[in-house]
């Protein structure tokens, strides 16, 4: 149980367009989602923090219009990367908090969408 | 302000020999704590958790850490480490702000295995 996908797993695009990244929870409903960033051979970097129904909540610094999130159900958030330019190129994660789960604490992890911008 | 710190960015050991990877953490409360580990190009997989309780944990793949509030610490152990166990490893601190739990990482150990 406690399963988050994302989609895609890989992407290559243009400088100037836009990509959109999903993440599901397959076997929960999560009340919270967050979106992380990963530099390579970094670590972790929120970026933003999701409800459903709600606006998402960024992080310091980071472009709330570049970077757009909707979390349009408790079973899926969209990352948005808008206008896109190499420095966006990165490892973006999505992880997901249960809810109503006994592990309230715990973030299930996707396994990650690597972008890459040309 | 909460902050993880993993000293060690490299960590090399031959197999069957054993593991320490330190992990030292700032929270004014008590905190949740977590180790998680990443292969090449994946996402992260949760090793073990401290919450309250037995300041000792154990975790899956064989993994245990040990809380200790004086020293601020939480230290991943594996007796005989696997080649399989190569990977990055991540300690994190969770804190409640907002109605959720929002998770500080730090910048995690490359644990190498030697045959």
């Known amino acids: 149980g406690a399963v988050v996908s994302q989609h895609p797993s890989r992407v290559i695009c243009k400088s100037g367009t836009s990509v959109k990244i999903e993440c599901r929870s397959l076997?929960?409903?999560?009340?919270?989602m967050f979106w992380y960033r990963q530099f390579p051979k970094k670590s972790l970097m929120l970026m933003a923090t999701?409800?459903?129904?709600?606006?998402?909540?960024?992080e310091q610094g980071v472009e709330k219009d570049k970077f757009l999130i909707n979390h349009a159900s408790l079973t899926l958030s969209t990352l948005t990367v808008t206008s896109a330019h190499p420095e966006d190129s990165s490892f973006y994660i999505c992880?997901?908090?249960?809810?109503?789960?006994?592990?309230?604490?715990?973030?299930?992890f996707g396994p990650g969408t690597r972008l890459t911008v040309l | 302000a909460q902050s993880v710190t993993q000293p060690d960015i490299h960590i090399t050991v031959s197999e069957g020999a054993s593991l320490e990877l330190r992990c030292n953490y700032s929270?004014?409360?008590?905190?949740?704590l977590f180790w998680y580990v990443q292969s090449p190009g994946q996402g992260l997989q949760l090793l073990l958790k401290?919450?309250?309780?037995?300041?000792l944990v154990q975790g899956i793949k064989g993994f245990e850490a040990e809380f200790k509030r004086s020293q601020s610490s939480f230290n991943l152990r594996k007796p005989s480490v696997h080649w399989s166990d190569a990977a990055e490893y991540f300690c994190?601190?969770?804190?409640?702000?907002?109605?959720?739990?929002?998770?500080?990482f730090g910048a995690g150990t490359r644990l190498a295995v030697h045959p």
């Open positions: 929270y004014g409360a008590t905190p949740y």
């Open positions: 992880s997901a908090n249960e809810r109503g789960g006994s592990s309230y604490n715990e973030q299930f």
């Open positions: 999701s409800n459903e129904g709600s606006k998402a909540t960024y």
């Open positions: 076997d929960f409903q999560a009340t919270t």
């Open positions: 401290y919450f309250s309780g037995d300041t």
């Open positions: 994190a601190v969770a804190f409640l702000t907002g109605g959720y739990n929002k998770l500080i």
